[in-house]
């Protein structure tokens, strides 16, 4: 049934996929477009988790939703200069998250971490009933050696801080819900170890702030609280662990994964894994969600991924010459209103043959 699933169209692929939120996406239409109500209505097909979050929290779900998008916006910035480039086309994307590729990895997992970012956000906002700021953290460490008291000055938890066990719960609960218990096969396997993954980039670099108190910032003491880490962090880590992904293949008993290659060691926890190599991403495929690179905008100076050569795959460039207008030559005029001129600007742009 699994094997059908990936050949068939997308109902298919929603009723039997066992982590189904990147399946909803493209069947409720680009995730960019991507509400709650259209969410749960999918999910009324489908029993188990999901549809009893749906019913039971629909306010979560609206978090959830933005986790998404916030996950999907932030691979197109992560991509935005490579072959593949994470593009929301629906019907190439939806080729991808169907497959076993690191560029599968990198999109489950940054759409947990988005899940997982989104909900805890809203808890510390005061936007759900459900949550809140961190409870405050009764003990501090002992003698810490770094960070805030590090000098011996006074500190104490308080403030809001991030709950993000809270939204690491559900973005685990929402984004590991399986359709089929007892149901375990080595790519849903590789799914759950990648949303995970992308639920510990947020959750393992939680930051700490302070703030002082005491006359004229003599900071006798400090309240400090636990933040999150930027998204654009978040961003970044997963796509180091992207590049530094681990192949891995299923075991005889179909239940555990193994390293591919000698001298491996084997993967942890945050690590991104995949077990099938990347098409290359150069012409465009249906089969394999490759839309090709063909007048894609290359840089003819940088030697990296962004780079002509590698970009366009070999095929060379063209330059062309784009004018758009730009405000320029401002003035400030008293009091208040800043007055512009519209210049025309050319830029030269290297676009893949
Ligand atoms: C991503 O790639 C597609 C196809 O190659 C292209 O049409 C689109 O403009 C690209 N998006 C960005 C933001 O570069
Ligand atoms: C092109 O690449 C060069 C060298 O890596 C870099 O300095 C430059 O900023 C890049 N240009 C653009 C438009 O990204």
């Given at each position: 049934?699994?094997?059908?699933?990936?050949?068939?169209?997308?109902?298919?692929?929603?009723?039997?996929?066992?982590?189904?939120?990147?399946?909803?996406?493209?069947?409720?239409?680009?995730?960019l477009?991507?509400?709650?109500?259209?969410?749960?209505?999918k999910?009324?097909?489908?029993?188990?988790?999901?549809?009893?979050?749906?019913?039971?929290?629909?306010?979560?779900?609206?978090?959830?939703?933005?986790?998404?998008?916030?996950?999907?916006?932030?691979?197109?910035?992560?991509?935005?200069?490579?072959?593949?480039?994470?593009?929301?086309?629906?019907?190439?994307?939806?080729?991808?998250?169907?497959?076993?590729?690191?560029?599968?990895?990198?999109?489950?997992?940054?759409?947990?971490?988005?899940?997982?970012?989104?909900?805890?956000?809203?808890?510390?906002?005061?936007?759900?009933?459900?949550?809140?700021?961190?409870?405050?953290?009764?003990?501090?460490?002992?003698?810490?050696?770094?960070?805030?008291?590090?000098?011996?000055?006074?500190?104490?938890?308080?403030?809001?801080g991030?709950?993000?066990?809270?939204g690491?719960?559900?973005?685990?609960?929402?984004m590991?819900?399986?359709?089929?218990?007892?149901?375990?096969?080595?790519?849903?396997?590789?799914?759950?170890?990648?949303?995970?993954?992308?639920?510990?980039?947020?959750?393992?670099?939680?930051?700490?702030?302070?703030?002082?108190?005491?006359l004229?910032?003599?900071?006798?003491?400090?309240?400090?609280?636990?933040?999150?880490?930027?998204?654009?962090?978040?961003?970044?880590?997963?796509?180091?662990?992207?590049?530094?992904?681990?192949?891995?293949?299923?075991?005889?008993?179909?239940?555990?994964?193994?390293?591919?290659?000698?001298?491996i060691?084997?993967?942890?926890?945050?690590?991104l894994?995949?077990?099938?190599?990347?098409?290359?991403?150069?012409?465009?495929?249906?089969?394999?969600?490759?839309?090709?690179?063909?007048?894609?905008?290359?840089?003819?100076?940088?030697?990296?991924?962004?780079?002509?050569?590698?970009?366009?795959?070999?095929?060379?460039?063209?330059?062309?010459?784009?004018?758009?207008?730009?405000?320029?030559?401002?003035?400030?005029?008293?009091?208040?209103?800043?007055?512009?001129?519209?210049?025309s600007v050319?830029?030269?742009?290297?676009?893949?043959?």
């Open positions: 049934m699994l094997l059908l699933s990936r050949t068939q169209p997308a109902l298919f692929f929603i009723l039997l996929c066992p982590v189904n939120i990147i399946g909803l996406w493209w069947a409720v239409g680009s995730p477009v991507m509400d709650p109500n259209s969410i749960c209505r999910t009324k097909r489908l029993a188990g988790k999901q549809a009893e979050l749906c019913q039971t929290e629909p306010e979560i779900i609206k978090e959830v939703a933005k986790g998404a998008k916030l996950g999907l916006r932030e691979c197109q910035f992560q991509f935005r200069f490579r072959r593949w480039n994470c593009t929301s086309h629906n019907k190439y994307f939806g080729k991808i998250v169907q497959q076993d590729i690191r560029e599968t990895a990198f999109v489950y997992a940054i759409t947990s971490a988005g899940v997982t970012h989104s909900v805890t956000q809203a808890c510390s906002m005061g936007e759900l009933i459900q949550c809140g700021c961190e409870a405050t953290r009764s003990r501090a460490p002992p003698f810490p050696t770094s960070g805030p008291g590090a000098d011996g000055s006074k500190w104490e938890w308080g403030g809001c991030d709950d993000v066990e809270f690491y719960e559900k973005s685990k609960q929402f590991d819900a399986k359709r089929k218990k007892g149901k375990s096969d080595i790519r849903t396997l590789i799914d759950l170890h990648n949303n995970e993954a992308g639920r510990l980039a947020v959750k393992n670099y939680m930051r700490t702030e302070c703030k002082c108190h005491g004229s910032g003599s900071c006798t003491l400090r309240t400090c609280w636990k933040k999150m880490p930027h998204f654009r962090e978040v961003g970044d880590r997963l796509l180091e662990r992207f590049n530094g992904a681990f192949k891995v293949m299923g075991g005889n008993d179909g239940k555990t994964l193994i390293p591919v290659g000698h001298n060691k084997p993967p942890d926890k945050q690590d894994i995949y077990s099938a190599e990347s098409p290359d991403f150069c012409l465009p495929n249906r089969k394999t969600g490759s839309l090709g690179t063909k007048g894609r905008v290359c840089n003819s100076t940088a030697m990296d991924v962004s780079g002509c050569d590698l970009l366009c795959c070999g095929r060379g460039y063209r330059e062309e010459t784009v004018v758009f207008e730009e405000n320029c030559l401002c003035r400030f005029h008293w009091c208040c209103v800043v007055q512009c001129k519209k210049c050319r830029k030269e742009l290297s676009l893949c043959l």
